[in-house]
């Protein structure tokens, strides 16, 4: 599968697409992360977007979960269907969505609210990095700061 690259910030490296990651996932090129520990105002401004593009996803999960539970615990068939049942949530999660079919709006604040003390969570366990490192993600991030910063500037003249 081929990877999009793009440059961001002229004369500095390309950085590839990305997902945005919860704590409890590695910073790689691919899997950008919050800073843990801010050291200047850059860093806290690239926390803040970054939560901001990552809060509705979260709440698209949580209404995505309150619909449909099967999606709330251990799926218990058969390996081959998990992708077909989940891909169906999604199918009929998106019907329902287009069509506005009520929801239980409690349940998408607790589903939400559950997300977040589970990131908060110190017994999180790291995933497995499968690859990139970590000095590639500190890179990309870095960029993606730079270019926040840049982009910052720029409105403020």
């Not at 500190?138 to 910063?149: A, F, G, P, Q, S």
Request: net charge negative.
């Amino acid at each position: 599968m081929p990877v999009t690259y793009h440059e961001i910030v002229p004369g500095r490296s390309k950085v590839p697409n990305y997902l945005i990651g919860d704590p409890a996932y590695p910073l790689t090129a691919y899997c950008m992360k919050e800073y843990e520990k801010c050291s200047c105002n850059s860093e806290v401004l690239f926390n803040n977007m970054l939560r901001s593009a990552k809060n509705p996803v979260e709440c698209a999960f949580g209404r995505l979960k309150a619909r449909w539970s099967i999606l709330t615990k251990k799926i218990d068939l058969a390996l081959d269907f998990v992708p077909t049942a989940i891909y169906a949530c999604f199918v009929l999660h998106n019907y329902c969505e287009l069509n506005k079919c009520a929801i239980d709006h409690e349940l998408v604040k607790f589903h939400i609210e559950q997300h977040k003390n589970e990131d908060e969570s110190e017994n999180v366990q790291p995933h497995p990095v499968l690859s990139g490192s970590l000095a590639e993600g500190e890179v990309v991030r870095d960029i993606l700061r730079e270019y926040i910063e840049i982009v910052e500037h720029s409105m403020k003249q």
